[in-house]
């Protein structure tokens, strides 16, 4: 199974709050798993990413933390701004393979001010 | 440090027609995939070069077709297009000596009437 399930769809949080995004993934062939943030009409960009040798993994305001064993990991944005409102996807690769990211479908993000 | 680049940035055809979309990569970058992302969801793994030699491909019929050049730019051709091949197309590009890391274009919009 090469799918990776992510939630909410939507969601919508106070400037200030903590914003939770969730994936889930069936193939233990992963080992690479990405977050990308895209806003409207532009490429999706790199946020941060992590292995599964470790079960987070903080950069800023961003955390990412992983449960192997559930095959689970999720993107927490701490003290989430206005300027944060975009499309967050979730993704994981296979390194062993072509370098091919499998995608969530996205949640889209708004931080009222 | 130039990132990657897309060009033509919109495109509209119409059914039955071929199109090509090119590709800059990250200089450093010796890995160029593409990808397909239809409206409100995750971008689609269509097929990675490297070497200038096809090295994985998803789920996509054969009429989607690339090439990669000594320069590492890539073209991606589409032949006999369909309406559901309106989407936006990413090209990312990585090195196969650094991290998983891949960095993504900013697409092509591609309309197909």
């Known amino acids: 199974q090469q799918q990776v399930k992510q939630s909410p769809q939507s969601l919508i949080v106070q400037k200030g709050g903590i914003s939770i995004i969730n994936c889930a993934y069936e193939?233990?062939?992963?080992?690479?798993f990405p977050w990308y943030q895209q806003f409207p009409g532009k490429g999706p960009a790199l946020l941060i990413a992590?292995?599964?040798?470790?079960s987070e993994k903080k950069e800023g305001r961003f955390t990412i933390s992983f449960n192997k064993s559930a095959k689970q990991f999720s993107l927490h944005i701490m003290d989430s701004q206005p300027g944060d409102s975009a499309t967050y996807f979730c993704?994981?690769?296979?390194?062993?393979?072509?370098?091919?990211?499998?995608f969530g479908s996205g949640t889209q993000l708004t931080v009222l001010p | 440090e130039t990132g990657v680049t897309q060009s033509p940035t919109h495109l509209i055809k119409t059914r039955g027609q071929q199109v090509t979309l090119r590709c800059s990569s990250q200089?450093?970058?010796?890995?160029v995939s593409w990808y397909q992302q239809a409206l409100g969801q995750g971008p689609q793994f269509i097929f990675q070069?490297?070497?200038?030699?096809?090295?994985g491909r998803g789920n996509f019929p054969p009429r989607f077709s690339g090439l990669q050049f000594p320069n590492y730019s890539s073209e991606l051709n589409v032949n006999a297009l369909e309406l559901d091949d309106s989407a936006l197309y990413l090209c990312?590009?990585?090195?196969?000596?650094?991290?998983?890391?891949?960095?993504f274009g900013p697409g092509t919009r591609l309309t197909v009437l």
């Open positions: 990312a590009s990585s090195s196969r000596t650094g991290g998983n890391e891949q960095f």
């Open positions: 992590i292995r599964p040798d470790v």
């Open positions: 070069y490297y070497r200038e030699e096809e090295n």
């Open positions: 200089s450093g970058h010796n890995t």
């Open positions: 193939n233990t062939a992963f080992d690479y």
């Open positions: 993704a994981a690769e296979n390194s062993g393979s072509a370098r091919q990211l499998t």
